[in-house]
């Protein structure tokens, strides 16, 4: 294994990244606390991008498709729901999901306190403005999106 590196050097030298979600600027355009830890601007990622999700009770994240992109998602902490194409689905502690692509998704903090989602989206749409279709009226629209980079 090589030495860690931080920030977009990291696959150009052929070494890991590590990215704290600490150092990455929240999003709420979509709902909750967005934070892309990993991708081709933050680690010069290549074939997906990831990162962490934090809800608040009631919270949600705005449904939305992926056209290009199938979702890993993965419940550290909390109680959700998420809607698959208007299909309800219950996520506990420890549970992963996947998302198809083209699939509707809505995420939904259900429980008392706080949750806590890992995520990935794989492989990369073409142009990060590609990578998200809106379906829903957005709980920040005046927010950018996340800033994920790739090819432009």
Do not use: W
Request: glycine fraction near 12%; include cysteine.
């Amino acid at each position: 294994m090589t030495a860690e590196t931080t920030g977009a050097s990291a696959a150009k030298t052929g070494k890991s990244a590590v990215v704290k979600a600490s150092d990455v600027a929240p999003n709420r355009r979509r709902g909750g606390d967005i934070r892309v830890t990993l991708s081709p601007k933050t680690a010069s990622c290549t074939s997906g991008f990831g990162g962490v999700l934090y809800l608040k009770s009631g919270e949600f994240v705005a449904e939305h498709y992926h056209p290009y992109s199938e979702e890993f998602l993965h419940v550290i902490a909390g109680e959700l729901e998420m809607s698959l194409d208007g299909e309800p689905v219950r996520l506990s502690p420890g549970d992963s999901l996947l998302v198809p692509i083209n699939v509707r998704h809505r995420l939904v903090n259900v429980g008392e306190g706080e949750a806590h989602v890992v995520f990935h989206l794989s492989p990369l749409a073409p142009r990060p403005d590609l990578g998200h279709v809106d379906t829903e009226r957005l709980p920040a629209p005046q927010e950018a999106g996340p800033q994920v980079g790739g090819p432009s």
